[in-house]
């Protein structure tokens, strides 16, 4: 063999076990994230804030769904915690926790992500949860909602 042919069997080679080093990687990382407990309490109990004026927060499970994006790739992971206007309401958003998720995945897969890459977008859909659960509850039980976690893949 010629210098020359050993000189492109070697980078070749360099940039296979690269291509096989990056996708052990990248899956490691994918199994490391399965591996971390989830909080227990997640969906349960209010939390309460020491800032003046903030009601207790009911924290919720996180949320994956398909945004409505031509072709369904894309999607929608989000967690949230809803600020309650009394911590009474806490035990009754227990009771009705399968109506607000579903609720909540009613309105969540029929946004598309140009839409939810804005400020605007985030706070449209903040408004719209809010109303709909209060509108399913009776009565002004959600204040606020904080997402805790906002991610578009």
């Known amino acids: ?6 000189i492109i069997m070697s980078g070749i080679a360099l940039i296979v076990f690269s291509v096989i080093g990056g996708g052990f990687f990248m899956l490691w990382q994918k199994l490391s ?3 971390k407990p989830k909080e227990v309490e997640s969906a349960k109990t209010p939390e309460k804030s020491d800032q003046g004026g903030m009601g207790p927060v009911f924290s919720l499970d996180s949320f994956i769904v398909n945004l409505s994006d031509q072709g369904g790739k894309r999607y929608l992971r989000v967690t949230m915690g809803l600020e309650l206007g009394d911590p009474k309401f806490a035990e009754e958003l227990t009771k009705r926790l399968p ?15 140009d839409e939810l890459q804005t400020t605007e977008g985030k706070n449209s859909l903040r408004n719209e949860i809010i109303s ?3 509108v399913l509850l009776g009565k002004e039980v959600v204040k606020k909602i904080y997402f805790t976690e906002f991610v578009i893949q």
């Not at 063999?1 to 050993?6: E, G, H, L, T």
């Open 1 to 6: 063999m010629s210098k020359k042919n050993i």
């Open 33 to 35: 994230t399965l591996d």
């Open 99 to 113: 109506q607000v998720r579903d609720s909540i995945l009613m309105i969540l897969p029929s946004r598309k992500v």
């Open 132 to 134: 709909n659960l209060n």
